[in-house]
């Protein structure tokens, strides 16, 4: 098997952050779990971030075959991700640096966000080193979606279209994504893959609700219904909107609903780091169900599963969604997801057999669908364990990584783009080149 040296170049997103933040969400975790993938594969990665503490060590070693790289551009602490575009090309000049100071010549450039994708052509241009780009968010979707409060730096969509147009190989983790690439980035098709992100099917995975509950001190709360969120607390989440549903289902049950928040700044939950908590307080009791949500603070990871666990139901109905990894963490959990049908959503959640899809920003609607799920606990069985079910079969790390590696094969052949699809394996068969040799040890036939 060649093992290739591969560098992941993920600007604001380290897989050392702390989780839950303003700036620190799925992205974090799809670097830090496709980079520990690939080294599983036999390849050797460097995941090229920006130093957000002075004290961070400038190379860490992070899981076996995996380094995160800190590098100096700007200020050593954190600076929200949409202020960091003039500091790119420092970005670019310190990776440059290290590449040549540690002899880490990559053989192929992953960018993760556009301003990275910007830097993996730069290094291309250096290096010779083929570039595939995966954007994780796209700039169009939000202008179209926040208008004004988007805060991007205004050269985003032009780079973004610069670097759809000139990357090797574009990942899209959803069809809805792909799309977009396409129709509104003029992205070739034929240079476009469909390969999903995943869940940690070992990290996420089904516990009984008592003892979900007992473990995160909601025993009291005896077998009333729970509803969970776990996300970023962003106005885009749009977390009103299930306290608005909660609220219209507090005469449906006895005792009502419960919803559990799960995210924010910091561990304990506080309204003054995480504004929107406040938002959400203040909506909450305005609605007379102010006991009937509750707000945990961030989270780390090892804990969500009894979070997740401790709900009948999770829910996630933002405006707009990429991805969404929180879905999937639910289903590997083996709890039914009633989510919003909005970017990534409808394609991990099989409405009627995983959970229910509805409308964003239709309170109505939610509080119909989560009132149905909570009144029926054998159909939320059901649905999670179908749910759990399809993230196994669809939307494992290894797997990911798998589809991922077929197509840095392809790329660094010169051959043509494999359609991967979440079902399948590369529509193009593995020739006998060593290369692809990877692919062939990811679990494909
Ligand atoms: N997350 C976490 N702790 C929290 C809140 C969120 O670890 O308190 C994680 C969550 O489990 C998920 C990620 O942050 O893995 C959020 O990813 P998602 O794709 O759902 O949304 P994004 O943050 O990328 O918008």
Redesign the pocket.
């Known amino acids: 098997m060649a093992r290739l040296r591969i560098a992941l170049v993920s600007e604001h997103a380290s897989p050392a952050a702390l989780?839950?933040g303003a700036d620190?969400?799925?992205?974090n975790?799809a670097v830090d779990q496709l980079a520990r993938h690939l080294a599983h594969l036999g390849h050797a990665v460097d995941v090229f971030t920006r130093r957000e503490a002075a004290d961070a060590p400038a190379v860490v070693d992070w899981a076996p075959g995996v380094r995160i790289v800190n590098l100096d551009a700007g200020p050593p602490h954190p600076v929200p991700k949409d202020a960091l575009w003039p500091l790119m090309p420092a970005f670019r000049d310190a990776l440059l640096a290290f590449i040549v100071r540690d002899s880490a010549h990559p053989d192929l450039v992953h960018g993760h966000f556009w301003m990275s994708g910007w830097v993996a052509l730069e290094l291309r241009r250096a290096l010779g080193a083929p570039v595939v780009q995966t954007f994780?968010a796209l700039g169009r979707t939000k202008r179209r979606e926040q208008g004004d409060a988007d805060t991007s730096p205004p050269e985003r969509i032009a780079v973004e279209t610069a670097i759809a147009r000139a990357a090797d190989a574009l990942v899209a983790q959803c069809p809805s994504e792909r799309e977009e690439l396409i129709d509104g980035y003029g992205a070739a098709p034929s240079r476009v893959a469909l390969v999903p992100?995943a869940v940690d099917v070992d990290a996420f995975r089904p516990i009984s609700r008592v003892a979900a509950r007992r473990r995160i001190g909601l025993a009291g709360a005896g077998g009333g219904p729970v509803v969970v969120y776990?996300?970023?607390l962003l106005p885009r989440k749009d977390v009103g909107n299930v306290v608005r549903a909660v609220a219209l289902l507090r005469h449906s049950t006895a005792p009502p609903p419960l919803l559990l928040v799960?995210?924010?700044a910091t561990a304990a939950p506080d309204p003054v780091a995480t504004p929107e908590i406040g938002v959400l307080r203040a909506l909450a009791a305005s609605l007379g169900v102010a006991d009937r949500v509750r707000f945990a603070?961030?989270?780390?990871?090892a804990e969500?599963r009894y979070w997740y666990g401790a709900g009948d139901v999770a829910v996630t109905t933002p405006w707009y969604?990429?991805?969404?990894?929180?879905p999937l963490?639910a289903m590997a959990c083996g709890r039914p997801v009633v989510g919003a049908a909005v970017g990534g959503i409808p394609y991990t959640v099989v409405d009627g057999l995983t959970g229910a899809l509805v409308p964003p920003r239709d309170p109505a609607a939610l509080a119909e669908r989560l009132g149905a799920f909570l009144a029926d606990p054998a159909r939320c069985a059901r649905m999670g364990r179908a749910a759990r079910a399809r993230v196994e079969r669809e939307f494992t790390w290894a797997g990911t990584a798998g589809r991922t590696a077929a197509l840095y094969a392809a790329v660094l052949a010169g051959l043509p783009i494999p359609e991967i699809e979440a079902t399948g394996r590369p529509a193009v068969p593995a020739p006998a080149d060593d290369r692809f040799a990877i692919a062939a040890h990811s679990g494909w036939p």
Not at 297 to 301: N, S, V, Y
Not at 321 to 326: R, S
Request: no cysteine.
């Open positions: 989780l839950g620190a969400g799925g992205q975790v994780h992100a776990v996300g970023r799960v995210g924010g603070g961030r989270r780390q990871p969500l969604e990429p991805f969404g990894l929180t963490e």
